[in-house]
Structure formats: structure tokens, C-alpha cells
T-cell receptor, first 109, second 115 residues
């Protein structure tokens, strides 16, 4: 099984940078996913890491350290529309996802 | 590509009634997943199919829950004798097993409220 931990809430200012951390304990680990979920909407895919290191996609980057069981999602140049929940999820061989509880990010002007 | 669609979007029913939800995955995706999400929590895995075969079921899935994917395309999730604890958002997702880097794509979910 897998155990995923991430902070419950974070607050940041428009234009700033925020880092959302995620730690995991897994068996059969097959990659780490980050999803964004606005209230009442479906989770939408942001990034996937299976090897150690940083993956960059525009304003969003994600980092993975398999030896430390640690990942983070970095959001740059924050915009008000980035206010959402950010879900960290570990994948296994069947690509079933185990999600953390989500981090609710509030971006303030 | 019309995405994953789920029907209905909302369902309100009395305790003890049976309910059935439908999920239509992205057409070229052979894997289909069901999750349940309660307010303020991340989605919890329930079950998944590869083509028509149900390959994994969570211990969360009591015997009141059954899922099918008879032709390897759409899927249904039925809950019998609903209980108040079944109130949640039921999410469906699909993916392609030929590339494990490809993410699961989620539908907008069916919100179930038990009175």
C-alpha cells in the first residue's frame, strides 16, 4: 500500500512562488502525479515524475527524490486562478493512484 | 476527444434505495477507474478495469457495491441499499495501459446525496 502526506492548506500572494511538499511511503511505486482540482470540478493532470529530478512545464515544476520519498510542486508567478486544491498521488504497477488529502492553496491579491 | 463523461451529475435519493452511475471513458483508453471523494479529502480508489476485466477492487468496496464494464467501453457502478455514509462524489477516470506515463483523465463526477 501507499501513504501520502501533504499540508492541508497554504496561502500565498499573487505574483509570488509557492512550493507544495508531498512525502510518500509506498510499495510497488511507479511514479508520482500532481493534479489540480477546483471546487466542484474534476481533478486535472499537472505533472508526472518517475525518475529523480525536476520536470518543468511553464509556470509549474515538479521534483521527485525516490530515495527520500519526497516530491514538491512549485508554482511560479501565482495568479488568482491558481487558487485550488493540489493533489499528490502515487501510482503503482496497475497505475492505480493513491492520493493524499490535497493541499488547498489560497492566492491573495 | 470528448473527455470522460459521467451521468448523472447529481443524484439525491433516500437511504435504502439502489443507485446506478454511468461512466463513458475516452474512446481509445482501455483502462477505467472508479474513485470516491468526500469533502476536503483526496479521491480514494475503488476499482479498475482493463478492457472488460475487473482487475482490482479496494477493501472500501463493500458487497453493496458492484461495477461492470461488459463490452470494455462504458462502465456502471451500482450501490445497493444506500447508506448515509455513501454520500460522496464518485469519480471515473480512464487511461491507456500502453503508456504508463500517460495520466488518468477524470470525469466531472457524480455527486450522490443520501437523505
Amino acid at each position: 500500500g501507499q501513504n501520502i502526506d501533504q499540508p492541508t492548506e497554504m496561502t500565498a500572494t499573487e505574483g509570488a512562488i509557492v512550493q507544495i511538499n508531498c512525502t510518500y511511503q509506498t510499495s510497488g511505486f511507479n511514479g508520482l502525479f500532481w493534479y489540480q482540482q477546483h471546487a466542484g470540478e474534476a481533478p486535472t493532470f499537472l505533472s508526472y515524475n518517475v525518475l529523480d529530478g525536476l520536470e518543468e512545464k511553464g509556470r509549474f515544476s515538479s521534483f521527485l527524490s525516490r530515495s527520500k520519498g519526497y516530491s514538491y510542486l512549485l508554482l511560479k508567478e501565482l495568479q488568482m486562478k491558481d487558487s485550488a486544491s493540489y493533489l499528490c498521488a502515487g501510482g503503482n504497477a496497475g497505475n492505480m493512484l493513491t492520493f493524499g488529502g490535497g493541499t488547498r492553496l489560497m492566492v491573495k491579491p | 476527444d470528448t473527455g470522460v463523461s459521467q451521468d448523472p451529475r447529481h443524484k439525491i435519493t433516500k437511504r435504502g434505495q439502489n443507485v446506478t452511475f454511468r461512466c463513458d471513458p475516452i474512446s481509445e483508453h482501455n483502462r477505467l477507474y472508479w474513485y470516491r471523494q468526500t469533502l476536503g479529502q483526496g479521491p480514494e480508489f475503488l476499482t479498475y478495469f482493463q478492457n472488460e476485466a475487473q482487475l482490482e477492487k479496494s477493501r472500501l468496496l463493500s458487497d453493496r457495491f458492484s461495477a461492470e464494464r461488459p463490452k470494455g467501453s462504458f462502465s456502471t457502478l451500482e450501490i445497493q441499499r444506500t447508506e448515509q455514509g455513501d454520500s460522496a462524489m464518485y469519480l471515473c477516470a480512464s487511461s491507456n495501459s500502453r503508456d504508463t506515463r500517460q495520466p488518468q483523465h477524470f470525469g466531472d463526477g457524480t455527486r450522490l446525496s443520501i437523505l
